[in-house]
């Protein structure tokens, strides 16, 4: 049974770092691409970042450059997404992804709510 588990959501100050996790199990995990996405309330779910099978590249969307960094542990089957510096904006949903051609699986999602 695939499954993807998000963790390491929570409220936090603008301005402030939360690290989410993503454990994975039930697939290959170092044979999947592995991306992180989030929804906010009332939009469309955006493609965060992006990090290879081997964690050798990494992309990023450009409203998370320089703050967000994307790791992935593959003997641990876990995916990361340190964020930092967050803004009011951050605040969504963020869900974890693994993807491989046209196999494609997604975590339930972790809140993620930047507010003094």
């Known amino acids: 049974q695939v499954q993807l588990v998000e963790s390491g959501g929570g409220l936090v100050q603008p301005g402030g770092s939360l690290r989410l996790s993503c454990a994975a199990s039930?697939?290959?995990?170092?044979?999947?691409?592995m991306r992180w996405y989030r929804q906010a309330p009332g939009k469309e779910r955006d493609l965060v970042a992006i990090?290879?099978?081997?964690?050798?590249?990494?992309n990023y969307a450009d409203s998370v450059k320089g703050r967000f960094t994307i790791s992935r542990d593959n003997a641990k089957n876990t995916v990361f997404l340190q964020m930092n510096n967050l803004k009011p904006e951050d605040t969504a949903i963020y869900y974890c992804?693994?993807?491989?051609?046209?196999?494609?699986?997604w975590g339930q999602g972790t809140q993620v709510t930047v507010s003094s």
């Open positions: 992804n693994a993807v491989r051609g046209v196999l494609e699986y």
């Open positions: 039930g697939f290959t995990f170092s044979a999947y691409a």
């Open positions: 990090i290879s099978t081997a964690g050798t590249v990494r």
